[in-house]
């Protein structure tokens, strides 16, 4: 299997396979990390990053999260991730482990799914409204961006907390935008 630091988190895989074993789920291999389902259904991640190692759970924001151990990365929506780096602490954390992956299974027999954000529940900072008022060849080619991109650049924009800073931001993707690239897209 191909994961990013793999030789790194070689322990680390292991102990938590070996934590694993002993639920009823599936191991397979999905985006070259080891990955867990019940019916067809993702449960759970193994992913390797630089600094950490972590349990990924598709659905874990509908997770109660008691320990408060889930961590949302980026702007994901449904995932959250429960970080390591060291085999111990996994050992340390089993019982824990084993509860929230349980609770991840039972919600996925449940049917249960974060509802996504529609592009509307993502607002409009003032300055990207007034450079569409002044330009609504901009505003079109922005309407013209799939959901996902428009959402990805409305999150960008609004994450900058001076107005100045969102101007500049604006302003820099704006030949992006004009491409019909999303936001981390490269030429």
């Known amino acids: 299997m191909d994961m990013a630091y793999r030789e790194r988190w070689d322990a680390k895989i292991a102990e938590m396979r070996r934590l694993l074993a002993g639920l009823a789920m599936k191991e ?7 990955t867990y389902t019940v019916d067809g259904k993702n449960i759970v991640i193994l992913q390797g990053f630089k600094a950490y190692f972590a349990l990924g759970f598709f659905q874990g ?3 109660k999260d008691p320990e408060k ?11 959250r991730v429960m970080k390591f780096t060291s085999a111990r602490e996994i050992t340390a954390k089993a019982s824990t482990i084993r509860a929230y992956v349980r609770e991840a299974i039972a ?3 449940a049917g249960l799914r974060v509802e996504k954000r529609k592009t509307s529940d993502h607002p409009v900072p003032e300055e990207l409204a007034e450079r569409f008022r002044r330009d609504p060849r901009f505003e079109r080619a922005f309407e013209a961006l799939t959901p996902g991109r428009q959402r990805g650049y409305l999150y960008h924009f609004a994450s900058a907390k001076q107005p100045a800073t969102r101007v500049a931001r604006i302003e820099k993707a704006r030949p992006a935008i004009f491409e019909g690239r999303g936001f981390l897209e490269r030429r």
């Open 28 to 34: 397979a291999c999905k985006w070259g990390k080891p």
């Open 107 to 109: 919600v996925a027999k």
């Open 69 to 79: 151990v889930l961590v949302q990365l980026g702007q994901v929506q449904a995932g």
């Open 61 to 63: 924001a509908l997770l």
